[in-house]
């Protein structure tokens, strides 16, 4: 009955079975790995490279500096979203700090993935002028851009807000049972009384009584209990303030989408923002470009994309220009859609089917700029 479970969720109360819902969130995790393992072989089955030369020791192998280094980055920006809020807000009231703080996060964000492309030095080793899916480049920058450790978080996460629901759960069938005992007052811990509370004296002789062979400890436990009810309640307000519904009526095809969202978007930011960034004489000035071509043989093919693609690259301060403001006001409203600001106007299901869509353009856009759709 929608009026019952209606009256049960104003007191806190949920129906459904929480180990049902934490066997269907395990959809998650295994649809993420499913996306990932098909995502980290598509480069080798849809463009081949015939030899694929590795300038990392044996020992330490690639993709594992792409994968250290995308992480060590995501937990470092990760990280300074607190801090990042807590000064926006020392400035500005808690909805703008809010935008403010996401803003300067993307920019963070966006700036640790350019720092990345620096660090392993991926315009050095590049074997043609410019971005093309047939460099080894490609899969480098393929790479840094599956977020693991942002989609591992995100999973945590989710685990982590689940167990705040745990003692809520109303087994189905017991509704009426619940609300009675709820309207009853027996649902809660009945409160330690004194007896004849109107005699002071009295009732201290008797607390002293009780308190003795270890009531102290039990008395403590108690108070530690209802201390812990009140944060995980506190807690469970603020979640549902900033996605505007219980985190466990969330339906699990929204979560999944959620994930197919994240590892798309930044697979597509990240080619995006690597074509332009790698176009740009920033990444690798004009003057080392000849020296560059002149320690590797020429070849005929090589020798063609040059001629086409040379001319292109005298300008090639108009494409990072062009693409690093667009790509950050894309993040930076998707992300925007996601506080507690504008989420629960929006709704966790027009979040994710907006964020489907970016991330699948921002996905094809980026394998588009790298010549791997032609």
Not at 211 to 220: D, F, K, N, P, Q
């Amino acid at each position: 009955d929608d009026d019952v479970e209606w009256e049960l969720q104003n007191n806190g109360l949920y129906i459904g079975s929480y180990s049902r819902i934490l066997l269907l969130n395990s959809f998650v995790p295994v649809f993420a790995i499913v996306v990932f393992t098909v995502l980290a072989l598509l480069p080798d089955l849809a463009w081949p490279i015939a030899d694929l030369p590795s300038s990392y020791p044996s020992s330490f192998p690639f993709p594992l500096p792409e994968i250290l280094i995308s992480t060590s980055f995501f937990s470092l920006a990760h990280l300074l979203r607190v801090p990042l809020f807590s000064l926006a807000s020392l400035l500005l009231s808690p909805e703008h700090a809010c935008l403010a703080s996401t803003f300067i996060h993307v920019l963070i964000t966006n700036g640790l993935r350019l720092a990345a492309l620096a660090i392993l030095q991926v315009r050095h080793t590049m074997d043609y002028p410019i971005p093309t899916c047939q460099d080894p480049a490609f899969r480098t920058v393929w790479w840094l851009s599956l977020n693991f450790a942002e989609v591992l978080a995100a999973i945590v996460q989710g685990y982590e807000q689940l167990t705040l629901y745990r003692d809520v759960m109303v087994p189905e069938g017991r509704e009426s049972e619940f609300l009675e005992r709820l309207k009853s007052g027996s649902l809660d811990e009945p409160e330690p009384t004194l007896e004849n509370p109107y005699s002071p004296q009295q009732g201290h002789e008797t607390f002293e009584d009780e308190l003795e062979g270890g009531e102290i400890r039990s008395v403590e436990s108690r108070i530690d209990r209802g201390l812990e009810k009140l944060l995980v309640i506190k807690m469970r307000d603020e979640l549902e303030d900033v996605y505007g519904v219980p985190v466990i009526n969330i339906p699990v095809f929204v979560s999944c989408l959620q994930r197919f969202n994240s590892i798309f978007l930044s697979i597509g930011l990240t080619l995006l923002l690597s074509a332009a960034y790698l176009r740009s004489p920033l990444s690798l000035p004009l003057s080392d470009v000849s020296d560059l071509l002149s320690s590797r043989p020429v070849t005929d093919q090589l020798k063609s994309f040059i001629h086409t693609h040379m001319q292109s690259y005298d300008s090639s301060h108009i494409p990072f220009i062009i693409t690093t403001p667009l790509v950050l006001l894309l993040h930076a409203s998707l992300a925007a859609l996601h506080t507690p600001t504008l989420l629960p106007r929006v709704g966790v299901h027009t979040a994710a089917y907006v964020g489907v869509l970016v991330g699948i353009m921002t996905f094809f856009a980026g394998l588009a700029v790298w010549g791997a759709l032609s």
